[in-house]
């Protein structure tokens, strides 16, 4: 491959593309969060239902992980991130001027084409370099999906609380015509093998689900993702609607999760490679938990303020930074061979189960009931992502006493 030059299409991507497209993804997700319950009584609906904004998108997301890689295989990267990102940019031009809300919804899910982004952008570096540079290179991608989570939430709720919630979406127009131009013009093709039938790709599929232990590193991240997902079904609602937050306190106090996240990050890359990656899932899991168990105890005793949500929540992030890099690192390992069909199917499986326990957040939730069952919802999340290591940790030791090839199944 040739060297990269920045701004020429005939050479991969710089880095510097790959952040921008990879963080575009992630603030698509977190920048509306501070304006749920304002879209709800914008289009005088259900927060139940306006909450498939988060929980729907995170579905289609889902689906879209399933059929944006193998497209890309076999059409290339270019093409594939292009069109994802020009649907993307048609749909977010038309949400502030859906007349009503279901139109407004039908038109977030055609935003999850920006998934493209995240998908991408990894498989993208691992065209560009071999193994041992490609971690390094993903780290700094990164980088750009933890920052937007950092700084969207904060943004979105001084605009909306500004200048409505429309706003947002023209931020987002904005920033994402920036980063179709940068694409097209830096955005070399790196897919330089295609693969000649995209049933090639799904084939590849049953011999993973027969694998217990991609079942257990699957599970362990979509439950230790979940808790984090139902809060973002949730914890608008909480916010606003039970501890009396504006959206622009409800932005700042988001951060608490993405800083969370970030000293998670840092402490997987640090010591992953020494305490093993299964060590690392149950300390991270164990870490949200305790957090969560912390914030249920804090409203139980009459604790009632931000802090008592938000701050154990500080924990959930911390906990998902360790455990979720080591979960993803299992996915992937289980069929060397079959890494990439591995990546996607089990993001698939992560980013379906989120939306499923997002949507439960949101349509369990009243002003009636209080934060109590988000706070459950979540805490089950975490002690099931306890109980998914502790399976994975069994089959390996069940394999250990054994060097003797093990069947797919039993794997």
């Not at 084409?113 to 071999?130: C, P, Q, T």
Request: glycine letters at 12%; a positive charge.
């Amino acid at each position: 491959m040739k060297p990269t030059t920045f701004l020429n299409r005939n050479t991969a991507p710089h880095i510097i593309t790959l952040v921008m497209i990879a963080g575009l993804s992630a603030l698509t997700m977190n920048l509306l969060l501070p304006s749920l319950p304002g879209i709800a009584s914008y289009y005088e609906a259900d927060y139940a239902l306006v909450q498939l904004a988060v929980s729907g998108y995170l579905a289609f997301t889902g689906l879209l992980q399933l059929l944006i890689g193998p497209l890309s295989d076999r059409y290339g990267r270019r093409p594939v991130l292009l069109t994802g990102l020009g649907i993307f940019l048609v749909a977010t031009a038309l949400a502030p001027l859906a007349p009503t809300v279901e139109s407004f919804l039908a038109i977030r899910m055609v935003q999850a084409s920006v998934a493209s982004g995240m998908v991408l952008s990894r498989a993208i570096v691992r065209d560009m370099v071999d193994t041992d540079e490609a971690a390094s290179m993903i780290g700094y991608v990164t980088m750009g999906m933890t920052l937007a989570p950092m700084i969207g939430p904060a943004l979105g709720g001084v605009m909306d609380e500004i200048f409505g919630w429309q706003s947002t979406f023209v931020l987002l127009l904005v920033f994402g015509l920036g980063v179709f131009v940068l694409s097209w013009m830096d955005l070399g093709e790196t897919n330089h093998q295609r693969s000649s039938s995209m049933l090639k790709q799904f084939g590849a599929y049953p011999e993973l689900v027969r694998s217990r232990r991609f079942w257990g590193y699957t599970l362990t991240a979509t439950f230790a993702s979940g808790a984090f997902f139902s809060f973002l079904g949730g914890g608008p609602f909480v916010a606003t609607e039970i501890l009396g937050m504006k959206p622009s306190q409800l932005g700042f106090y988001f951060m608490f999760m993405a800083l969370g996240y970030m000293a998670g990050n840092y402490l997987s890359g640090r010591f992953s490679r020494q305490v093993g990656i299964n060590r690392m899932m149950v300390t991270g899991c164990i870490v949200a938990t305790a957090g969560m168990s912390l914030s249920l105890i804090l409203f139980l005793v009459g604790l009632w303020h931000p802090l008592s949500f938000f701050g154990p929540i500080l924990f959930v992030g911390l906990g998902n930074g360790i455990t979720l890099p080591s979960a993803n690192a299992g996915i992937v390992s289980v069929r060397p061979h079959l890494a990439g069909s591995a990546s996607g199917l089990g993001g698939a499986m992560m980013i379906g189960g989120g939306a499923a326990l997002s949507a439960l957040a949101g349509a369990i939730l009243s002003a009636e009931s209080g934060p109590y069952p988000l706070l459950t919802v979540m805490l089950v999340s975490c002690i099931i992502g306890i109980c998914a290591t502790l399976y994975v940790i069994k089959v390996e030791r069940s394999l250990a006493p054994s060097n003797k090839t093990v069947s797919g199944e039993a794997r």
